[in-house]
């Protein structure tokens, strides 16, 4: 079945771009009308929707976050990636990847921690 | 926008039923049938368990259903469980694109 993993570094310095990578394996990232997602969680708090991607390149970006995310996909690596400039200490959060599927996320993965710090 | 107002923490009995809120906006919750919610258990990932308000996906107990009345979401869990415990968060698509989430409840199974 259709699985991802994120991956990534887990510390960043302050003002530092972050790089994070979804793996999609069990399934090809072309087929199936899907898009891809990236969404964050703070310590302890709720989820945030980052973006998403189509694997024709066709970007949406949440409002709050449009000018410091890029999102971008690679179809020959099956793979979808997430750049973020700028970090500061309230970008700390566990970073997950996501399957969209119709009008919900169906399918995600285990998440990756990513910590803010000098 | 401003993210859906849930509940903080409910707490059940086994066997009983449970109601989660989830609050929205004219421009959200009641503006699109595109509420879903989401149970995540510590240290887990979110797993979807209901989408477009009512949809139950593949696999998920029909011990879970949904509903919507104006700008509020609701999740039931029926029969309650104590593998139940964990947080359910709701989601909504708003105006403008994007996708909004509740704070979460923690559900606590007595």
């Known amino acids: 079945q259709v699985q991802l993993q994120e991956s990534g570094p887990g510390l960043v310095e302050p003002s530092q771009t972050l790089s994070l990578t979804c793996t999609v394996s069990g399934g090809n990232i072309i087929y199936g009308g899907y898009y891809w997602s990236w969404l964050r969680q703070h310590p302890g708090k709720g989820l945030e929707w980052i973006g998403y991607?189509?694997?024709?390149?066709?970007?949406y970006y949440n409002p709050s976050l449009k000018n410091l995310v890029t999102i971008s996909v690679d179809t020959s690596e099956n793979q979808f990636s997430l750049n973020l400039i700028s970090l500061t200490a309230a970008d700390t959060a566990v970073y997950y990847c996501?399957?969209?599927?119709?009008?919900?996320?169906?399918?995600w993965g285990p998440g990756t921690v990513v910590t803010v710090s000098s | 926008q401003s993210a859906l107002t849930q509940p903080a923490s409910v707490s059940g009995s086994p066997g009983q039923s449970i109601t989660f809120s989830c609050t929205g906006a004219?421009?959200?919750?009641?503006?699109?049938?595109?509420v879903s919610w989401y149970q995540q258990h510590p240290g887990r990932a979110p797993k979807l368990i209901i989408s477009d308000v009512t949809k139950r996906p593949s696999g998920v107990s029909n011990r879970f259903s949904g509903s919507k009345s104006g700008n509020t979401a609701s999740l039931t869990i029926s029969g309650l469980q104590a593998e139940d415990e964990a947080d359910y968060y709701c989601c909504s698509y708003a105006i403008g694109g994007t996708w909004l989430f509740g704070g979460g409840t923690k559900l606590t199974v007595l």
């Open positions: 004219n421009s959200d919750v009641g503006h699109y049938n595109l």
């Open positions: 996501a399957r969209v599927s119709g009008n919900a996320f169906d399918l």
């Open positions: 991607i189509f694997h024709t390149g066709n970007v």
